[in-house]
């Protein structure tokens, strides 16, 4: 059996081991004041003021009493200061409670009548109430709690709270009222005795029967016990000895006596005075001065001073700062010696010099110049001296002995490491100038260190660093320095500072000591100094990473600064309080930590007894601590026999009696809490007649709800330690504990399973991006539905089908820069159509875009077919015919083979009225097609006269055959123009007469009929992409049309338009109708293909699911695939034709907006703008104008008005409590086709919105079955849990194992590139090698492509696969594709499907009944061969039950805990008016209000769970809200308001908007202050709300910083709407009407400007320029950024976090470019 031993984790290196943990001082007064009666002195700790609601609220079971209305009397003293006081505590109660108050005004009983009756809090003087008491208008019997501020008045007995007491004393309801008292005067001043403090306290306790409780510098006294000495340091005064450093001293005071006489004998006129006034203009910097005017004698009389403040008015004449400066001086002189006073000497020269420069007034610049110049004086005298030095010890002699002695103190630090230095060289000697090192000068009036000669310290330098490794050595020895040095002026800080690092040059044993400096900024100093907080952050930064051991300073390190703990605190000025000696005290935290006063022999005396004074007023203070406890007498062996230890079963673990308090310590602070709060274990310790027995009480919190009783034992520490372990035994029981009885986090709801997965494919990863993120990419088969990979032959039966175009919405006649009417399509004779080996299920109907507009597709089914051999070959060759010969995407490596192709498909050519193959049409497109292959070139062809038949160039594609063979381009023949011929003008008349001359000049041709028309045509299609529109983005916004000038020049002019003459053109084979429905096909099947893609997969998914009212059979795939886009803005005016005469051809104009109009062609093209033959492709034309189709992140198209009106309209009643609609047979084809498109397909269709509102829908589903199936599961094992399931690996897990990767639509359809035709496939000898950035899968290039012929040599950075049958995909992308699915079946058929649904693929949502060890998930799809898909098992799953019922509210029974809960319950009857909700479990209000350090709460858990699941809940009603808007947001807005709406920030300022914090239960003072900031702030504002971080930014300076926001109160805003939606049977709809008016006002807000945080604004405005520089630590441990607009300015904020700080940054950077513009 062994004994259990835990480690400490370094957060709990302070637990106890001995005693349960003690609660904070705060608790500990309140829970003071609740026994009994108690006076709080509160000493400048201005949390505590929040004392007084933390006990009114802990009192409210006694203030809400049922049976008598029972008041709060709040007293303030009589004079006029109490007044205010009373207005003051009036605001607050108010402000943070939930009590009704009333102040009195005036004095007189007839006040009183007008209070009202339900008042709860009379705020009063102390008079007011007197007089009340004596009249009889107010009585004790109506009175509770009486709280007296600055009760101290009461030792007065004249005074009205004696006789308020006194009256108390006599009254029988004496035992039955509270009192509670307020002082901040015992310890405010220095005593001559303790026992003067002593008996002061006994007097108040007399006074008002109470006891009285000190918080003076309570954090001193709780941090953890150490070991610290306190010692005085007793130096002798020096004896003059003649010596040069005592002949230097007296040179130095004559001369300063010398300057003091002279401004002495100085007389100095009034109106010199007045004129030679100092006035700050900017914050009292006496730095910067400014002169007044100069004095005009004739003015008659000594003009009026400026009107500034009064204090401005008292500043010194100009004879003061010389005389100040001479002080400061001699000051320096006296206590640190010659040294230092010629360093201080030097350093204020350079003000002076400053202060010369800005000075006009002569006198004034006479007087500053001689002071000047006997500085420098000061300064040669020690300079002349250092340079005749020739050790240490004549360097020790120009210094003080009390300088001497806080040497050798710090040389008692010296590390036992050997060290030699060589040679040593002054600083003095070689420092003749000394500057501040930030620019600025050292004086009163300014900050800043000498700036070293680089050669002055270079020996020091390399010294220091020569001893680093020596430093690091010792650096885990308790003797390592760590040092602060305090004394009281700026000057002496700065002074004895570069003494020590002077010495340290020249005494080798001080080479360890690394120091430097800090002083405080007065009140009459500049705050926003950059460099100067810079400097001091840095310092700070450099101490904490010990690369500064020593910090000498003055008062400011007695502030709460994050500092190291200290092994030594040297008082170089003896403490001047009792606070200051506590504080700076508290300093030396380090084990066996010294603290030194240093003095003289003739002070020591005084010292000492003021020392001791301070010891025993700090005894004093001790004594009267609540219940303060000592270190306990160690367990010993007998002890460890009183009670059995107790042994897990498996480990043999063992927990006894003496280490039971520690891991009960350990396991309370591994409970979730927040920064304010401490959870602890709490005994009650009853004496028995046989002993001690212990009950431990775990916090609230925690899964033992109940309390527990230890064995009687002896004394009242083993009670407790008894009690412990029986706890300990029972968390055991509990799970709480692990086999080792080491308490279990939040790891409790852990799943091994898919941590191992983690790990394997963590390890298994080749790149830098982790297993289920965006970086995270691998490669996967593109899927073709089964339904078109069966092969077909000869005399298979096999099945045709067409696809009908009809135009549903024409182009409007604004983008036909030609004049063309419309083509339409239905009106042609052939269609085109495809035979397959399987009949297909319904098909959807889908547009199409082409020239003409908005076409829509019906795949409808013609008949059932066998071809023979001849016709299959024909076929085939038809096939061949459209992607070679028209398409042109028949390319290297493609090759056609209909056998062995994964996509079998033919294509072929339909007769549209008998909806049969058009066996002629084909069979003359093919004998044609035979003809065009056998065309000689034009220039070998026969010259013969050119016949022109009409019928000829009808309906016709032609090619001009003079031009480049072998990339061919193609026109449609718009009209024939018999107005034109070869002998007609030429549009360019200087370069050519006619057209004749043209063709024969430029290219040699010969043209025999000169009578034949000309042909005007138009560029055929090379966009083969027709899946979205061309002149409409994807927000539906249309693209700028041409002007009207431009539009009818264009359609107008023969200059605009492509001329051809028709005896140099060869005819194609195809028809233009047919030809434009042949560049439909390949949208056409790669839609087709999708839309059986997901019927496939949601076959297969209902199939899985097995639930009653889905079918895998019988799948709704009709219908018409919706792109969410209204395509009426392309409709135009004009009537459509359906003429078919070449005259009349309808055509559309040219494909591409940027391509330059097709016109007649001439030699120099660019400079006439005629040719179009080198005009850019089609494929550029459609890359072009999709860089248009960009989504917006604003709804620009939507007005405000619209905004405001949409929200009115819709009802607050969402139904969103229907579970499943029994008619639905599960989502259509098309909603799950948009679920499979990923945002980056370029489609107007993508999951993003189905994604967004599915992941909201998982998170609240997961949070539901957490908290009902885990009851005693507190917050942070359940979000843990919670974030398990729902994290992107999870799901990216579940989604590979269903084989989604290959089913979805993850990039841009690009026939040429990187779709396989049906019946094609790639050459197996060849793989092309395809270069990415694996951390940017978002972007791809084709640089290693075969077409550039060469591949890069990293291997590295290259990845095979190939592009048509292959595409890449991240692992976040399944996982979005995952949540989009749930998304679908939540929208199509109901919350409880959707449940299903997930349940199926593993997530657990609902509980089932499955067969022991049987799982019912998808089967992992990787490493099967293409197309042999394992459908997942279908075992018998009951999804008929419900979840279980959510405990009730109240954790223990019985009539004590019902009138508990009445009590604490009393208030909240206001909120529920407020929200309109009555609870009919009033325990779920009480919870959702309690945080976790309200101790007095013991019947209801804390609101974490609450909390937890409210967040859930109003994530997704408000995502759902927004699914529903009828504007239909895109995507991106979705996102974004989501983001701003469900936002901590908002929650919280709506909670305080409405009145939440109020009714919080809390017992934290840093809580209710950081709330009462927020309240202050949000009041101040007008509870103005914004989603972005709430910074408050000052003029200049870098003071900008966020307002800190208390995440309670966020916390709380979530926990009731977790609260009523479990009151009222889990109810989404009563939870929404609840909700939506509280939020109505920031959604309509928020959706008229979409809440944009400032750093993307920043960062939008400037994407070039701004840039944010890495973040620096501030002195007070917070985070600083910069940002910088290059060529304009920088930028600073500041924030508890690096996030915060760069949005303060960037929201001031926005403020001054603002200025700026305007």
């Known amino acids: 059996m062994s004994t259990m031993k835990h480690k400490r984790p370094r957060s709990h290196q302070f637990i106890l081991e001995d005693r349960l943990t003690p609660p904070t001082y705060q608790v500990e007064l309140v829970s003071s004041v609740v026994g009994r009666n108690t006076v709080l002195c509160v000493g400048n700790d201005n949390g505590l003021d929040f004392v007084p609601i933390m006990v009114m609220n802990s009192l409210s079971d006694l203030v809400k009493d049922t049976e008598a209305k029972k008041v709060i009397v709040y007293l303030s003293p009589d004079d006029e200061a109490g007044a205010k006081a009373c207005c003051v505590n009036e605001k607050r109660v108010q402000r943070h409670s939930a009590f009704r108050t009333f102040r009195l005004e005036g004095f007189g009983s007839e006040q009183l009548t007008a209070v009202p009756p339900d008042c709860d809090v009379l705020c009063m003087q102390g008079k007011q109430c007197l007089d009340a008491l004596v009249s009889g208008t107010l009585e004790f019997s109506q009175i509770k709690l009486i709280v007296f501020d600055d009760c101290h ?5 004249n005074s009205s709270y004696a006789s308020i007491v006194n009256l108390l004393r006599e009254s029988p309801y004496h035992h039955s009222i509270r009192i509670f008292g307020l002082t901040a005067s015992i310890i405010s001043t220095i005593l001559e005795e303790p026992k003067e403090l002593d008996n002061k306290i006994r007097n108040l306790e007399y006074a008002l029967d109470s006891f009285v409780e000190t918080t003076a510098d309570m954090s001193a006294m709780e941090t953890p016990a150490v070991n610290r000495e306190e010692k005085t340091a007793v130096y002798e005064a020096d004896v003059s000895t003649g010596s040069s450093a005592d002949q230097l001293t007296q040179t130095i005071r004559s001369v300063l006596q010398h300057s003091y006489h002279f401004l002495g004998d100085m007389i100095v006129s009034e109106a010199d005075i007045v004129k030679a006034r100092c006035i700050n203009v900017a914050k009292k910097d006496k730095s910067k001065l400014e002169i007044l005017p100069e004095y005009d004698e004739n003015a008659g009389g000594v003009p009026e001073p400026p009107p500034l403040s009064v204090e401005w008015y008292n ?13 400061e001086v001699e000051t320096t002189l006296d206590e640190l010696g010659a040294w230092c006073a010629g360093c201080v000497a030097l350093n204020i020269c350079s003000t002076l010099q400053k202060i010369v420069e800005k000075t006009t007034e002569p006198f004034t610049k006479t007087l500053l110049q001689m002071a000047w110049t006997q500085l420098k004086y000061i300064h040669m005298l020690v300079q002349k001296a250092a340079e005749s030095m020739m050790d240490e010890q004549e360097l020790l002699q120009l210094s003080t002995p009390k300088v001497r002695k806080l040497i050798s103190i710090l040389k008692s630090f010296l590390p036992k490491v050997e060290f030699e230095i060589t040679s040593a060289v002054s600083s003095y000697t070689k420092n003749a100038d000394v500057s501040s090192e930030d620019g600025s000068d050292m004086s009163d009036l300014s900050d800043g260190e000498s700036n070293q000669d680089p050669e002055s310290f270079t020996i020091a330098r390399m010294k220091q660093e020569a001893s680093k490794d020596n430093v690091v050595k010792v650096n885990q020895e308790e003797t390592t320095l760590i040092g602060l040095v305090f004394v009281k002026r700026k000057h002496s800080a700065f002074a004895l500072h570069k003494y020590i690092e002077e010495l340290c040059i020249w005494d080798m044993d001080m080479y360890f000591i690394r120091s430097t400096y800090m002083i405080g900024a007065d009140a009459d100093e500049e705050k926003n100094d950059m460099m100067k907080s810079k400097k001091q952050d840095q310092k700070l930064l450099q101490f904490r990473q010990r690369k500064i051991n020593l910090l000498v300073g003055t008062q400011l390190l007695h502030s709460d600064i994050d500092l190291p703990k200290c092994n030594l605190i040297a008082m170089f000025d003896p403490p001047g309080s009792y606070r200051d000696y506590i504080k700076s005290k508290g300093r030396a935290k380090a084990f066996n930590a010294l603290y030194y006063t240093i003095c003289s022999v003739e002070e020591k005396d005084y010292l000492e007894k003021c020392l001791s004074n301070f010891s025993q007023i700090e005894a004093i203070l001790q004594r009267k601590i609540h219940e303060c406890t000592s270190p306990t007498k160690p367990f010993s062996l007998a002890d460890s026999e009183l009670a059995p230890p107790f042994v897990a079963p498996d480990t043999e673990a063992t927990v006894t009696i003496s280490n039971a308090i520690g891991l009960l310590n350990r396991y309370c602070a591994k409970l979730p809490s927040d920064m304010c709060t401490r959870l602890i274990p709490t005994a009650d310790v009853k004496n028995l007649s046989s002993g001690y027995q212990a009950t431990i009480s775990l916090p609230v919190n925690c899964r033992l709800k109940h309390t527990i009783t230890g064995n009687v034992m002896p004394t009242y520490h083993l009670a407790v330690a008894a009690g412990a372990l029986e706890t300990c035994r029972q968390l055991f029981i509990e799970r709480e504990l692990d086999a080792n009885l080491a308490p279990i986090g939040k790891e409790y709801l852990r799943n091994y399973i898919q941590d191992a997965e983690w790990e394997r494919e963590r390890t298994a990863r080749q790149s830098k991006g982790a297993p289920g993120s965006s970086k995270a990419k691998r490669f996967y088969n593109k899927k073709v539905a089964d339904i078109l990979s069966e092969t077909f032959g000869p005399g298979d039966v096999c099945y045709l089908y067409s696809a009908n175009l009809s135009l549903s919405i024409a182009m409007d006649k604004d983008k036909h820069n030609k004049g063309r009417d419309v083509f339409v399509t239905q009106h042609y004779p052939y269609t085109v159509g495809f035979l397959v080996k399987e009949k297909l299920p319904a098909v959807a109907e889908f547009p199409v875009f082409t020239r003409s507009g908005q076409e829509t597709v019906a795949i409808t089914f013609c008949m059932e077919c066998r071809l023979n051999q001849s016709q299959y070959e024909k076929v085939k060759d038809y096939h061949s015919f459209v992607f070679h010969n028209v398409l042109r995407i028949d390319k290297f490596p493609l090759k056609l083979n209909t056998t062995t192709s994964t996509f079998n498909l033919l294509v072929v050519p339909i007769d549209s009225g008998q909806q049969q193959i058009a066996w002629e049409y084909l069979d003359r497109t093919l004998a044609k097609m035979e003809e065009w292959s056998e065309r000689p070139p034009l220039f070998s062809r026969k010259a013969a006269e050119f016949v022109f038949k009409e019928e000829d160039f009808k309906d016709a594609v032609v090619m ?53 028309p000309l042909l005007d045509v138009d560029r055929t299609s090379g ?20 002007t009207a000038n431009q539009a009818k020049k264009k359609k107008l002019g023969t200059r605009e338009r492509q001329i051809l003459i028709p005896e140099l053109c060869d005819i194609h084979p195809c028809t ?14 790669y839609r087709l293909n999708s839309l059986l893609l997901s019927h496939q997969l949601l076959s297969r998914i209902n199939k899985g699911m097995n639930f009653p009212s889905l079918s895998h059979t019988n799948i709704h795939s009709g219908g018409k695939l919706d792109l969410g886009i209204d395509f009426s803005l392309l409709q135009a005016p004009s009537n459509l034709t359906n003429q078919t005469d070449g005259d009349n051809l309808q055509t559309n104009q040219n494909e591409d907006d940027n391509e330059p109009v097709n016109q007649c062609e001439v030699e120099d093209q660019q400079k006439n703008g005629l040719d179009s033959a080198a005009a850019d492709s089609e494929e550029n034309a459609g890359a072009s104008s999709d860089e248009d189709c960009n989504i917006s992140d604003i709804d620009t198209d939507v007005t405000d008005d619209e905004a405001e009106e949409d929200v009115d309209s819709i009802p607050i009643d969402l139904e969103l409590d229907k579970e499943d609609n029994s008619q639905c047979q599960g989502p259509s084809v098309t909603t799950v086709l948009h679920a499979l498109t990923m945002s980056n397909a370029g489609d107007f269709i993508n999951l993003e919105r189905l994604e967004t509102v599915g992941d909201s829908f998982l998170k609240f589903a997961v949070t539901l079955y957490l908290f009902c199936t885990h009851p005693g599961l507190h917050e942070g094992r359940l979000s843990y849990g919670r974030g398990k399931q729902v994290s992107n690996f999870n799901l990216f897990l579940l989604g590979r194992k269903l084989g989604l990767a290959e089913y979805l639509i993850s990039e841009k359809f690009e026939p040429a590139d990187n779709w396989l035709p049906p019946s094609y496939q790639t050459d197996a000898d060849y793989v092309p090698m395809e270069e990415f950035s694996v951390n940017s899968p978002e972007k791809e290039s084709k640089e290693g492509s075969p077409e550039s012929g060469t591949v890069k040599a990293n291997k590295n950075s290259l990845i095979s696969y190939n592009l048509r049958t292959q595409h890449s995909i991240t692992d976040k992308t399944i996982a979005d594709c995952v949540e989009s699915l749930i998304g679908c079946y939540l929208t199509s058929c109901g919350p409880y499907a959707a449940r299903v649904f997930m349940a199926w693929l593993g997530i657990d949502v609902l509980p089932s009944r499955r067969p022991q060890g049987q799982e019912n998930k998808p089967q992992d799809q990787d490493n099967k061969p293409q197309g042999q898909e394992n459908e997942p098992e279908v075992s018998e799953l009951d999804y008929g039950f419900k979840l279980p019922q959510p405990p009730p509210g109240l954790i223990k029974g019985g009539a004590e805990a019902e009138r508990k809960l009445a009590r604490l319950f009393a208030g909240l009857e206001q909120f529920e008016e407020s929200i309109g909700y009555k609870f009919k479990d009033k325990a779920y209000l009480v919870q959702a209000f309690t945080h976790s350090s309200y101790i007095h709460n013991n019947v209801t858990d804390c609101y974490q769970r609450l909390e937890f699941l409210g967040d859930a809940v109003l994530d997704y009603v408000i995502t759902r809200r927004l699914f529903e808007d009828k504007r239909k947001h895109s995507p991106g807005v979705l996102t974004d308001l989501r983001s701003a709406l469900v936002n901590n920030n908002v929650f919280a300022a709506l909670a305080v908007k409405w009145d939440f914090h109020k009714y919080v239960k809390c017992l934290s003072t840093h809580m209710l202050t950081g709330i009462h900031r927020f309240v202050q702030h949000q009041k101040a504002r007008g509870d103005k709300i914004q989603a972005e971080q709430y910074l408050r930014l000052s003029d200049e300076g870098e003071s900008d910083e966020e307002v800190e926001i208390p995440k309670v109160l966020g916390d709380i805003f979530e926990s009731v709407a977790g609260a009523i939606y479990i009151d009222s049977g889990m109810s989404l709809d009563t939870t929404w009407r609840v909700y939506f008016p509280l939020m109505r006002q920031q959604i309509v807000k928020f959706s008229k400007h979409i809440p944009m945080s400032p750093v993307r604004e920043l960062l939008e405005r400037e994407p070039e320029t701004a840039k944010f520089q890495r973040p620096e630590r501030t002195k007070d441990g917070r985070a600083r950024v910069s940002v910088t607009v290059a060529g304009k300015d920088t930028w600073w904020g500041v924030g508890r976090s690096y996030r915060i700080a760069k949005s303060a940054a960037a929201k001031k950077a926005l403020m001054a470019l603002n200025a700026m513009e305007s």
């Open 1072 to 1085: 233009a109708s047919m030809w434009r429905k042949l560049v439909c096909v390949p949208t056409i099947l």
């Open 153 to 157: 008045m009461a030792l007065d007995t």
């Open 315 to 327: 500043m010194q004449t100009c004879k003061d700062i010389p005389r100040r400066v001479f002080e």
């Open 960 to 1012: 001009p055959s003079y031009r480049n063979q072998d990339q061919p381009e193609f026109f449609y023949v718009a009209a024939m123009r018999y107005d034109l011929s070869p002998k007609a003008p030429f549009p360019s008349p200087e370069l050519y007469s006619d057209f004749y001359t043209y063709y024969t000049s430029k290219y040699g041709l010969a043209i025999t009929n000169t009578s034949q």
């Open 1023 to 1042: 966009r083969l992409n027709l899946s979205t529109p061309r002149y409409i983005n994807q927000k539906g916004i249309p693209l700028a049309a041409a």
